[in-house]
């Protein structure tokens, strides 16, 4: 691999604190979760649009009947995911919610086992059960502060899913198309969903206070485009091991925001129970063999 410009840790540090700021802007506005969901979309379709216009429209040609579909189908789960999971921090805490959203490896491995019928090895069970026993801890003391906050979790459990299912519908299109273009075609889906959405459930499109657009915007700019843009750099000189790993600390950044700006306070059971669902992940997703031969490689010869 060629020396990298920068050590890829730091843009992999900034891109964590990057998507941990989403939670902390959808807490911060004071619109419905489709319409923040909605504009969080357009504004990210909106500054990509004069990258993908000068040089990606060709590649509009090559999208054949199944990845329209599969394309529709991805656009539309994301826009859901994103509405669930925007809803759910209306009931539960930015931690809960965001460790819950964390456990798409999991769902993603089950979606693989089911519909491509994936084999399990152990591994993957311990992991599993480790992680869901931590998620049952999660929801059990948060059922115990209320029941509205459970019903927090459970919708982030289902935005969970569904941002999966994205994925899932998303690799097979995204083998033939440039990042830029994919997520153009499938962001556009989305906002074109999320537009309907709104509309459909009667929610206002404005006017909103100068705060909320700035939240709008910033949703846009600093996780979506900044934070997963920096993870997509990153992977030319680390393993996708490493980026996986990094994202699981996602709820960590979250959480320290939220204590300093929300005042949440962490009970013992989402501090644990937290703690548990990364470490099944952990588990789940990293080759150790090749992380511990990572940190024992000279800093720029990744």
Not at 106 to 112: K, P, V
Not at 146 to 175: H, K, M, N
Not at 237 to 262: D, K, Q, R, W
């Amino acid at each position: 691999m060629e020396k990298p410009p920068i050590h890829p840790w730091i843009p992999i540090a900034i891109g964590v604190i990057a998507v941990s700021m989403s939670a902390i802007f959808v807490k911060l506005a004071n619109a419905d979760a489709g319409v923040i969901a909605f504009y969080r979309m357009l504004f990210s379709v909106l500054i990509m649009s004069p990258v993908f216009f000068w040089k990606y429209t060709s590649e509009i040609k090559r999208l054949t009947k199944r990845d329209w579909s599969f394309s529709l189908i991805a656009g539309i789960f994301l826009a859901f995911h994103f509405i669930l999971w925007f809803e759910s921090l209306n009931y539960t805490s930015v931690a809960s919610s965001t460790v819950l959203v964390t456990l798409q490896p999991l769902f993603a491995f089950a979606g693989t086992y089911f519909f491509f019928k994936e084999r399990l090895s152990l591994k993957t069970i311990i992991s599993g059960a480790i992680a869901i026993g931590g998620s049952i801890l999660i929801s059990w003391g948060d059922f115990r502060i209320s029941g509205s906050a459970l019903y927090g979790d459970v919708l982030a459990l289902i935005a969970c899913g569904l941002v999966t299912a994205y994925l899932l519908f998303g690799q097979d299109v995204r083998q033939r198309l440039s990042l830029v273009t994919y997520t153009f075609v499938v962001y556009g889906i989305s906002t074109i969903t999320l537009f309907f959405y709104v509309l459909v459930k009667g929610e206002s499109f404005g006017p909103y206070p100068a705060d909320d657009w700035l939240w709008f915007i910033l949703l846009a700019i600093v996780p979506n485009l900044l934070g997963h843009t920096l993870f997509n750099w990153s992977l030319k000189y680390v393993s996708t091991n490493i980026i996986s790993i990094a994202i699981l600390f996602e709820p960590v950044g979250a959480a320290i925001l939220a204590f300093y700006i929300f005042d949440e306070y962490l009970i013992t059971t989402q501090i644990i129970g937290g703690i548990i669902v990364i470490a099944g992940i952990v588990l789940f997703v990293a080759d150790f063999k090749k992380i511990i031969k990572l940190f024992r490689k000279k800093p720029l010869d990744l």
